[in-house]
């Protein structure tokens, strides 16, 4: 704080500095004077009628006990180090302080300065600043674009897997999924052929890869990156790994249709985070145990969890945490028959999912629907009933649609619209078909 006041005011001229110094010391310019650098030199560097050659500020900064470049500039630090600092100082602004403002405003700053600067580096970073900036603050295109503007420059996922993971759910979120897959498997042979003793982040990187094709409906690929990366992970005695896979066969499994075994690998990565005492990811991993147990009607042993992650997550969680727990807590809420906690649950996840997050938002209109139904609401309900079919297939949760599809069914029977309620029964009979698991061998565990 105080090196950026002392930045805005007059710099000051070398030979003031240079007086300055000396005088502090109590030092007359004879005493000064050394090897080379007579007193009568001193006495012109300090007028401002000569300025000092590279080896005098050598000799002179060594007799006043300080380095070359304060003696110089004013400052202990040549201006990519002080462009590094403040970098650090805006990076931790982001991830401990979570002051996005501030921190954007500075990458911003630090961007340009360094651009003019030459400074490559320190740009490169300061774009990585502004993509993650804008990824937390649900701006997946602009993400997209710094981030990709970094990976251009020459930016490994070895050196910044925080850049790449972020850089392909940004193009998962705007709809290129393609381009989050193909750079998801450039990461992953970039590991292989550079960095191959690296198993941590070959699975962090597989999981990615895994989700983003489950998301495209790509099982079979899906389920052989995650049998590769298990295959690679055996020796390994890194937590974090085995709770990576755990997470992502989990998904899969449960996407798949084989709600055992998926809750099997939700309570392995479970069991390995309250070991680690990783707060962040152990709430998701309640998180996740509450999605499997909702999907299979069994709402009760879903409220632990729920009530863990809410604990877990904290004041300040993420927004996405934060919505994906409004759903699970909304379900809950519809199923105990509270329409009016349904509700403002779901509405509260809506808001905060914001435009992106397809298959999250199609969770959320459902328990709207759910909601809104208890609520005696039919016309909202049969509007949120449509749009949450429509958003998960759009995210390619086809066994869900068809779970909607069928209460979707049930409310418009209620209702006495026999006909709607039969087309309602006809898509989820489509839905079912579509999500029907997989006949290739199960993920050896």
């Known amino acids: ?49 000569r300025r000092p050659s590279v080896k005098a500020l050598r000799t002179l900064a060594r007799t006043l006990g300080l380095s070359p470049e304060y003696l110089e500039t004013g400052s202990e630090l040549r201006d990519v180090d002080e462009r590094e600092l403040r970098l650090a100082d805006a990076e931790l602004r982001l991830r ?22 030459g ?16 990824a937390q603050a649900n701006r997946p295109a602009k993400a997209a674009e710094h981030l990709q503007s970094a990976v251009d420059a020459g930016v490994s996922p070895i050196d910044r897997p925080d850049a790449f993971s972020t850089l392909a759910r940004s193009y998962s979120l705007i709809g290129s999924h393609e381009r989050a897959i193909e750079l998801l498997e450039g990461c992953l042979e970039v590991l292989d052929r550079e960095d191959p003793g690296n198993v941590a982040a070959y699975v962090r990187f ?27 992970s055996e020796d390994t ?45 152990l709430a998701r991993a309640h998180l996740l145990c509450a999605w499997i147990m909702g999907l299979e009607s069994k709402s ?23 919505a994906l727990l409004r759903v699970e807590q909304a379900k809950v809420a519809a199923h105990f028959g509270d329409g009016d906690m349904a509700v403002a649950r779901a509405r509260d996840a809506i808001e905060t999912l914001g435009v992106t997050h397809e298959a999250q938002q199609g969770s959320a209109w459902w328990a709207l629907a759910e909601g809104l139904a208890l ?28 779970q909607c599809c069928r209460r979707w069914a049930k409310v418009l029977r209620d209702a006495g ?10 898509r989820a009979t489509d839905y079912a078909v579509r999500g029907q698991p997989t006949a290739h061998t199960p993920l050896e565990r």
């Open 96 to 117: 401990i302080g979570r002051e996005p403002d501030a921190a954007n405003e500075a990458f911003d700053a630090l961007l340009s300065e360094a651009n003019e600067a």
């Open 237 to 281: 005695g890194d937590a974090y790994t085995r709770v990576r896979l755990y997470w992502a066969a989990a998904r899969l499994a449960e996407v798949e249709g084989h709600a055992v075994r998926a809750l099997d690998y939700a309570r392995r990565a479970v069991a390995l985070l309250e070991a680690t005492e990783d707060t962040h990811h």
């Open 119 to 134: 400074d490559t580096t320190s740009a490169v970073r300061a774009e990585i600043g502004l993509g993650l900036v804008a």
């Open 1 to 49: 704080m105080i090196r950026r006041f002392e930045s805005m005011r007059e710099p000051e001229p070398i030979g003031v500095r240079l007086r300055r110094l000396r005088l502090e010391r109590g030092l007359s310019q004879r005493e000064l004077a050394g090897p080379g650098v007579s007193y009568a030199y001193i006495s012109r560097i300090e007028a401002g009628t």
């Open 375 to 402: 609520q005696g609401d039919l016309s909202d309900a049969d509007g949120a009933f449509r749009r949450a079919v429509d958003a998960l297939d759009t995210g390619s949760r086809f066994r869900e649609a068809a």
């Open 300 to 322: 009760d042993e879903a409220v632990p969890h729920l009530e863990k992650a809410e604990a877990l997550l904290g004041a300040t969680p993420d927004p996405e945490d934060l």
């Open 206 to 232: 597989a999981g990615y890869l895994s989700a983003a094709l489950t998301d495209q409906g790509d099982l079979e690929r899906a389920e052989a990156v995650l049998s590769e990366a298990l295959g690679k």
């Open 417 to 426: 619209r026999d006909a709607e309620a039969l087309d309602a029964l006809e």
